[in-house]
């Protein structure tokens, strides 16, 4: 039979910074809701190549500063502009 563990109960870790490494944080804007943009277009690579990395990969919201709704547009327009081959699948 299986046994029960002895640790006692589990504790949740969080991790806090405090002192002066703490950085204020910023946030970030969308760009599109910015310039009130409401569809992005995979035709306009120029646009696309900033949400893209240098291997080809979609870069993530967190890095982007792209809203829900624009990264959701964002990754659908690449992944158009791949199929067209206007954008590269990777690079390397």
């Known amino acids: 039979m299986a046994r029960a563990r002895e640790d006692g109960p589990q504790q949740q870790r969080?991790?806090?910074r405090t002192g002066p490494r703490e950085a204020p944080v910023r946030r970030?804007?969308?760009?599109?809701c910015k310039e009130k943009i409401?569809?992005?277009d995979?035709?306009?690579v120029n646009q696309l190549r900033r949400y893209i990395s240098e291997r080809g990969?979609?870069?993530s919201r967190r890095i982007t500063g792209a809203c829900r709704k624009h990264q959701r547009q964002v990754a659908?327009?690449?992944k158009r502009a791949r199929e067209?081959?206007?954008?590269?699948y990777?690079?390397?």
């Open 90 to 92: 990777a690079t390397g």
């Open 14 to 16: 969080t991790r806090r």
């Open 57 to 59: 990969k979609i870069r």
């Open 38 to 40: 409401d569809e992005i």
């Open 76 to 78: 659908v327009a690449v």
């Open 42 to 44: 995979y035709k306009n």
């Open 28 to 32: 970030r804007n969308c760009y599109f």
């Open 84 to 88: 067209m081959a206007l954008l590269p």
